[in-house]
C-alpha cells in the first residue's frame, strides 16, 4: 500500500471530531478503549472494513469485532436473546464481547463478520471509545491496532511504531487500564461457548449463565469438536484458476474482463485488490443465490490484500465432507 502521513491528535473535543469526521469518510482511526488500542473502521462500509486488513497485512479475512456506544445501538445489528441481554446489563459497558446472530436487517459490512451470520459486539468503556461512538454515530469495527502477528497495542506511541504510516489518524487516550482482549462469549447456539478468554473471567460469566464451555484460546486451533469458528462456504462448488466458463457455471472475475451476463460478477474492474476485498462475500453470496453448481473464479494475484481474497477462496473450494 501507499505510505501515508499519520497524525496524532489528543482526546479533546476536537481530536473526538476529527477522528469521528475521518471514520465517516471511510478512513481508519486508531482509538483507545480499556483493554487494547483498536482500529477502526466504520462497520458499515466494506471498503473502509477491506482497509484494516490491508493496514494490518493480515493474511485471511478473520471476523472483527464490531463496537458500539451502548446496548440500544448493538441491538440495531445484532439479535439478543435473554442471556445476551442478562450479559449487556450486567458486563456492559466493559471488556466482554458477545458473537450474536446478524440481524437480517443490519447495515453491516458483510465482510466484517467475514461472509458468516454472526456477529461480535462489545460496549466499550473507556471514556475516549465511548466519547468518539457517539460522536461518530455509527458502529465501528476494530481488531488491535497493530501488524499482524505483532503484540496488541496499549499506548498511542505503540500503535505509530506498528501502523505509523498505515493510517491517517490516532486518536491518542493515554494507556490502557486492561491492557488484554477482550473476553469473547459466543452465545449463538444452545451452550455458552468461551471462544477466548480475556478481561472478563470465566467464573463472572458461569454466575450469570451457568456452565460455559471452554474453547482454546484460538479460536481456528479448537481442542474439542464443535468449537470451530465456522467458515462461509458458499452452497455452490467452487472452482479457482478459471480461464474458461463452463455450461451452468457462474464466474466471479477480476480485472478487465469483458465477459458480461447475469452470471459473471467482478470484483474489481480496474484491478484493485481492496475494492474486490469488499465485494468478495456479497458476489459469492449473490452468485450462490442464482443457484448454480459451480462458481468458476478467474486467479487472483497473491499480492497485498490478494493473499487473504486467496486464503478464503482456498477454503471455499476445498472439499466439502456433505454434512452442511
Ligand atoms: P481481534 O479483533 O483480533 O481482537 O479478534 C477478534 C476475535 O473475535 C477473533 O478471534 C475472531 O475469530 C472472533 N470473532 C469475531 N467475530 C466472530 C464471529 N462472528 N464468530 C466467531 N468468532 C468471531
Ligand atoms: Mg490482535
Redesign the pocket.
Known amino acids: 500500500m501507499e505510505p501515508m502521513k499519520t497524525e496524532i491528535v489528543t482526546d479533546g473535543p476536537s481530536g473526538i471530531a476529527r477522528a469521528a469526521e475521518t471514520l465517516r469518510a471511510g478512513r481508519l482511526v486508531a482509538f483507545p478503549t480499556e483493554t487494547v488500542y483498536g482500529l477502526g473502521a466504520d462497520a458499515t462500509n466494506d471498503r473502509a472494513v477491506a482497509a484494516v486488513f490491508e493496514a494490518k497485512g493480515r493474511p485471511r479475512f478473520?471476523?472483527?469485532?464490531v463496537h458500539c456506544a451502548d446496548t440500544a445501538a448493538a441491538e440495531r445489528i445484532a439479535l439478543f436473546d435473554d442471556r445476551a441481554h442478562l450479559v449487556a446489563e450486567t458486563l456492559w459497558p466493559g471488556p466482554l464481547?458477545m458473537?450474536l446472530p446478524r440481524r437480517p436487517d443490519a447495515k453491516l459490512s458483510l465482510l466484517v463478520?467475514a461472509g458468516?451470520d454472526?456477529?461480535?459486539v462489545r460496549v466499550p468503556e473507556h471514556p475516549t471509545a465511548q466519547r468518539l461512538l457517539r460522536a461518530a454515530g455509527i458502529p465501528i469495527a476494530a481488531?488491535?491496532a497493530n501488524r499482524s502477528g505483532a503484540v496488541s497495542p496499549t499506548t498511542a506511541q505503540h500503535v505509530l511504531e506498528s501502523l505509523g504510516g498505515r493510517l491517517p489518524l490516532i486518536l491518542a487516550g493515554g494507556r490502557c487500564s486492561v491492557g488484554l482482549?477482550s473476553t469473547?462469549l459466543?452465545l449463538t447456539g444452545e451452550r455458552p461457548l468461551l471462544?477466548?478468554p480475556g478481561g472478563v473471567t470465566r467464573e463472572t460469566l458461569e454466575s450469570l449463565l451457568g456452565p460455559v464451555a471452554t474453547s482454546s484460546g484460538n479460536?481456528d486451533k479448537p481442542n474439542a469438536p464443535g468449537q470451530l469458528?465456522s467458515h462461509y462456504a458458499p452452497g455452490a462448488r467452487v472452482r479457482l484458476n478459471a480461464t474458461t466458463v463452463g455450461p451452468g457455471e457462474a464466474l466471479l472475475t477480476f480485472g478487465p474482463d469483458l465477459r458480461k451476463g447475469e452470471t459473471v460478477l467482478n470484483l474489481s474492474e480496474t484491478g484493485d485488490l481492496a475494492e474486490a476485498a469488499a465485494n468478495l462475500f456479497a458476489y459469492l453470496r449473490a452468485l450462490d443465490r442464482l443457484g448454480v453448481k459451480t462458481i468458476a473464479v478467474v486467479s487472483i494475484p497473491e499480492e497485498g490484500l490478494g493473499a487473504a481474497i486467496n486464503d478464503r477462496l482456498r477454503r471455499a473450494a476445498a472439499p466439502r465432507d456433505g454434512s452442511r
Do not use: F, G, H, K
Open positions: 478473520n471476523p472483527l469485532i464481547t458473537v463478520s458468516l454472526s456477529v461480535a481488531p488491535s482482549e469473547i459466543d471462544l477466548r479460536p469458528v
